[in-house]
């Protein structure tokens, strides 16, 4: 191989390992987003069963239409 080539895989290798650091740190970021929204999520759930079990029960009627 020629001096040339070997500096043009140098060159491809050297993209190819910025590409998968910035690739692995979006995947950082991505599931540290992940985590944050399954925790809001969780914590509406929370609220939402609390006010759930506030509300007094339905009443069981019949439709105006029997």
């Not at 190819?16 to 950082?28: F, G």
Request: proline share 6%; net charge negative.
């Amino acid at each position: 191989m020629d001096e040339a080539h070997i500096l043009k895989l140098e060159e491809t290798i050297a993209h190819q390992q910025i590409a998968l650091e910035e690739l692995s740190d979006e995947l950082r970021r991505q599931g540290l987003a992940i985590d944050a929204l399954e925790r809001a999520l969780r914590r509406l759930g929370d609220r939402c069963e609390t006010i759930e079990a506030a509300l007094p029960a339905p009443e069981i009627t019949k439709p105006p239409h029997y």
